[in-house]
């Protein structure tokens, strides 16, 4: 490993060109939804933008009605192979929009040129009739915009995609990770928001995984097999979901059931499954802790929030108060670990069979010991945050008919 330290000095910039020889910039503000992100919060972001110390002239903001939640810092240019683009904060050459870097692909319409200049004043009959244009966004309608060039559509993950694509067509990436935060992002801060951002992010990467681009084949093709393999873990990510939810579930019916399937703590097989554990826990708590130490005192908070709300997520408190049908599977299975747990307890107490149930013991109380906010969520807190009492009494009725199932099957 040879890894690549970047400094920035913009101070030197003036030494090496004049002012009105500056590249041009072009700035996108993404933004979603109005009551999440108010829209005096895109107002300050662009005035932020527009008072950057840089021609006026050279600046072009672009307000978008979509945008990805991040802050990874990558530029394309020319080249191959390089860290895929995701999220927000990113420079591009504009030339890398429009085809490969030795396959020029002209747009339709000059104004999206990439070395085109607008010299025109803003507020001039003509520049002025493009914008709305623009705005109605039907300009693109008829054209290869989307799909041969600019950010391509087609999946719910366009960062991850329209990266993929450029750097099959041979551009490179470079990443760079400056000292000072370059761009400071939002999160979201509800399990809710976040499991569907998470299950947004799993459709558009399947899409991508499953389709005629599939990294796999066209990737590896065109990038070769390590960056096509590269991109293919990502793309089929969400598949872990099918044996994570196997291994939430399998080890806790087979306890309830008396079945070990686990070797036994005398065995020397049990030595591998334990080195496995601290292995990838173990790396995780690090990273959480390190984490932790290096943001310390800087916290992101949400765009809109109530005071209760805020207060919650200030004292780390979980937010489970809105009736989602993504919190079911996770209180059943919750509350499946839980009933395992204590059934296994009871039998190794009652049997004296530690040796034999040891680990299974083991995964379902360390799934109760990570389930304890969504216990306190489901029978024990009063506010507002909550889970629902018809989320709570569907998962404990799925898991009395997976008890039902397995005792009579």
């Given at each position: ?86 999220g927000t904060g990113c420079f591009f050459n504009r030339r890398a929009f429009f085809g490969g870097p030795c396959s020029y692909v002209p747009p339709e319409a000059l ?101 005629k681009y599939s990294p796999l084949t066209y990737g590896s093709r065109n990038m070769g097999i390590l960056m096509g393999l590269g991109y293919a873990h990502y793309s ?82 979980f937010e489970f108060g809105v009736a989602s049908p993504m919190f079911i599977p996770l209180a059943s299975l919750a509350t499946l670990n839980l009933v395992a747990f ?68």
């Open positions: 490993m040879n890894p690549v330290h970047r400094h920035e000095h913009p101070e030197h910039l003036e030494k090496a060109l004049d002012r009105r020889d500056f590249p041009g910039l072009d700035i996108f503000i993404c933004t979603a939804d109005p009551f999440k992100e108010p829209p005096i919060d895109v107002v300050n972001t662009a005035l932020s933008v527009m008072a950057y110390d840089y021609p006026a002239e050279k600046v072009s903001v672009y307000v978008s009605d979509d945008g990805g939640l991040g802050a990874d810092h990558v530029c394309l240019h020319g080249g191959s192979e390089g860290p895929n683009y995701v104004e999206l040129s990439p070395d085109y200049i607008v010299e025109k004043p803003i507020n001039g009959k003509e520049i002025l009739g493009k914008a709305h244009q623009v705005a109605g966004c039907y300009y693109e309608n008829q054209t290869s915009w989307g799909s041969k060039i600019g950010f391509r559509y087609g999946s719910l993950v366009e960062d991850y995609y329209t990266g993929y694509r450029l750097q099959c067509e041979g551009w490179k990436s470079a990443f760079c990770n400056p000292s000072r935060a370059t761009f400071l992002g939002d999160i979201p801060i509800t399990i809710n928001d976040a499991l569907n951002q998470v299950k947004r992010w799993s459709v558009g990467l399947l899409e991508v995984a499953f389709s089929l990510w969400p598949i872990w979901s099918i044996p994570i939810t196997i291994y939430a579930l399998v080890p806790s019916l087979a306890l309830l059931q008396g079945l070990p399937i686990f070797p036994k703590v005398s065995e020397p097989w049990f030595l591998l499954y334990a080195f496995l554990f601290l292995g990838s826990y173990g790396q995780d708590c690090f990273d959480f802790i390190s984490t932790r130490m290096e943001t310390h005192g800087f916290n992101v908070t949400s765009k809109v929030m109530e005071d209760e709300q805020s207060q919650r997520y200030d004292n780390g408190i204590l059934a296994g307890f009871l039998r190794v107490f009652n049997d004296g069979e530690f040796d034999a149930f040891f680990v299974q013991m083991f995964v379902a109380g360390f799934g109760v010991l990570n389930s304890f906010p969504i216990y306190g969520a489901m029978f024990f807190r009063r506010d507002s945050g909550r889970m629902p009492i018809n989320t709570t009494l569907t998962s404990t009725l799925i898991v009395g008919a997976l008890l039902f199932c397995s005792t009579n099957s």
